[in-house]
Every structure is written in C-alpha cells, then in structure tokens.
C-alpha cells in the first residue's frame, strides 16, 4: 500500500507548512487531501508533524480527523518522536495532536502511529524503554494494540541501530513485543534500494 505523506522535519518548507492551518480552512485541506488519494490512488495519508508547537498540532490532528471522517476506508497513520515515558510523550506536540485526531464519533482517527526511534543519540536499551511505554500509554489513551505501533529503524544508524548485531537485536525485540518496523534511510532512497534493506529488516523480522 502507498501513502501520501505530509509535513516533515521543524524548520525545513514542509515541516513550516502546518503553519497554514486554522479554523477557516482545515475543513478544505482535509477534503483536498481526500481528493488527492483518490486522484493518485493512493491508500491513504502520513501525518509527519515535528514542530514542538501545539497549536497547530492541534490543526493537524483535527484534520486528520475530518480526514477519516470523509474517507473511512483510506489508511492513516502518524509520526511521532521517541521519547516517551510513564508519564506520556516527551513532546507535548505528540499529545495535541492525538487529541484532536478523533472522528465524528470519537474514535481515534489515527490506524497506525510510526515511533522514530531513529538517529536519536539514545542506546536500544533507552529506545526499548521509549517503545514500551508508548505501548501502554497509546493503549491507555487511544485503544491502541502493538500491531498499531512501528518502530523506527534505520540500519545505517551508527547510535541505535547499526548493522553490526544491534540491528537484529532491535529488530527481535520489535518483533517480539508484536511492533512493526518502519525504515528511515538517511543515507537516501539509492542507498536503500542498492543494500535492500527492506529485505534485510524483513528476514530479520520474520526469523
């Protein structure tokens, strides 16, 4: 399945572009992006929100809740950062826009939530952690299961996950606490294609 993904890293033009939203016009953008699956056939859309400011998180969240309300069948899901703890989220941005990401009927908009427990300067033992209690407290807040929860993988990682034994020791762990992967390639789309380390994560996931 193929989504279409939006917004990005704080500071770059498509990370800034959440700035757009408020009250008048989030109705639009969620019927434009409805539009767009359908014109492109796509399946659905990613919402990559990485400002630390709630308010247009807020935004976000409510239209990806207008989303899911004009468009059941279309897949959802959402990027959030990695830290996490008994207590929630370390980014309040994180809590907003899960908040406000509820259908008409008041049920999370969101189908699946990608932890970018990637490139974070933190040792697996600490992103373990994060994992774990974004489980309980998605599961708590949200009704998530684990299914729902990916985490975050990037093989080229030199901190997290380096494909030197920690990558499979990361990757047993997703699987053994029924997380997805989800596989972000700094190095570029050629450097995931030439080592397909889809195909790596995978096996590794699979075995």
């Known amino acids: 399945s193929v ?44 919402f990559d929100y990485e400002m630390d400011d709630t308010t247009p998180a807020s935004f976000a969240g409510t239209m990806a809740g207008k ?7 279309l897949a959802t899901s959402c990027c959030v950062f990695g830290g ?6 370390w980014h309040a941005c994180n809590t907003s826009f899960l908040a406000t990401a509820v259908t008409s009927q008041n049920w999370c908009a969101i189908d699946r939530v990608y932890v970018m427990t990637y ?44 494909n030197d034994g920690s990558l499979n020791t990361w990757i047993d762990f997703a ?12 190095e570029g789309v050629d450097n995931y294609v030439a080592n397909s380390w889809g195909t790596v994560v995978r096996n590794i996931y699979q075995d």
């Not at 639009?28 to 659905?44: E, K, N, P």
């Not at 699987?175 to 700094?186: E, G, V």
Request: net charge negative.
């Open 3 to 46: 989504k279409l993904s939006i917004g990005g890293q704080a500071g770059t033009t498509f990370g800034n572009s959440w700035n757009v939203l408020n009250s008048d016009n989030v109705d639009s953008f969620a019927q434009a992006l409805v539009d767009l699956c359908r014109t492109t056939g796509a399946d659905g859309a990613d």
């Open 119 to 162: 490139w974070d300067y933190c040792p697996l033992s600490q992103n373990e952690g994060f994992m774990t209690s974004w489980n309980t407290w998605l599961a708590q807040q949200h009704g998530f299961t684990p299914a729902r929860i990916s985490a975050g993988v990037d093989p080229t990682d030199p901190t997290t996950s380096p």
């Open 67 to 73: 989303f899911k309300d004009l468009a059941p069948d």
């Open 84 to 89: 996490c703890d008994a207590s929630g989220p």
């Open 175 to 186: 699987s053994q606490n029924s997380f997805s992967t989800a596989i972000w390639d700094q």
